[in-house]
């Protein structure tokens, strides 16, 4: 039994780590739509979108069914439980990469964004690449210290995140009032991708340790390693 555990857990990971490297594919898919105003790179994003919830379904559907046949305990039933929920994380990923193809795509030819809001949303973007370089490490060796890097750094993204809304505030810079709303919304969808990728992280670090982050997430990220 402990055999088939095994064989059928491996199966799962598999799937997992390639949900992983679909996100990441879709993050950069949609940094490159949105900053590059390349339509073909969003519709790339968006019709990706439909795997990604596939494979969540998929793993979701092999986790309940081990559940169910192996009545894991201890350490298994901790990494089963929260496979299923990275594998919900990431396709939620998916969603948000989806949204801001989605802006893309309306704007094309133009942008979405404002000259003076590109800046700051370059920085978020490649804070946002590297995040996911980083996710699908930590997920492929199980990496602890790499997913508490995730945790840690994530305050940088959450100051971008402010810079946005200061944009959309500014009077000083002319915008019409859709590209207002899409500064607010896409800044969003871009800080949540951020929020999830570290709730992705939090569960690798609890899969490797049995210590949960997000039961302790103080200001300081009490608990994480500096």
Do not use: W
Request: aromatic share 4%.
């Amino acid at each position: 039994m402990r055999v088939i555990f095994n064989e059928e857990m491996k199966a799962v990971a598999d799937d997992l780590d390639h949900m992983a490297q679909n996100v990441r594919k879709a993050i950069r898919g949609a940094g490159e739509a949105l900053l590059g105003t390349n339509v073909e790179a969003a519709q790339a994003v968006i019709d990706g979108d439909t795997e990604l919830d596939a494979l969540q379904e998929s793993v979701v559907d092999q986790c309940v069914k081990l559940l169910a046949k192996q009545n894991p305990v201890a350490t298994d039933l901790r990494v089963v439980v929260s496979t299923m929920r990275l594998a919900i994380t990431f396709e939620r990923m998916g969603d948000l990469a989806k949204h801001v193809a989605e802006a893309s795509r309306r704007a094309y030819p133009a942008s979405p964004l404002p000259e003076e809001a590109k800046n700051a949303f370059t920085q978020m973007q490649e804070f946002l690449d590297e995040t996911s370089d980083n996710m699908v490490a930590m997920l492929a060796d199980r990496d602890a210290k790499t997913a508490e890097r995730v945790i840690l750094d994530d305050d940088k993204l959450d100051e971008l995140h402010k810079q946005t809304f200061e944009l959309a505030l500014d009077d000083n810079v002319e915008m019409t009032r859709q590209q207002i709303i899409d500064i607010v919304l896409l800044g969003r969808f871009l800080e949540r991708l951020g929020d999830h990728a570290v709730s992705a992280a939090r569960q690798v670090v609890f899969i490797v340790s049995g210590f949960d982050p997000s039961k302790n997430p103080g200001p300081d990220k009490e608990g994480m390693t500096e």
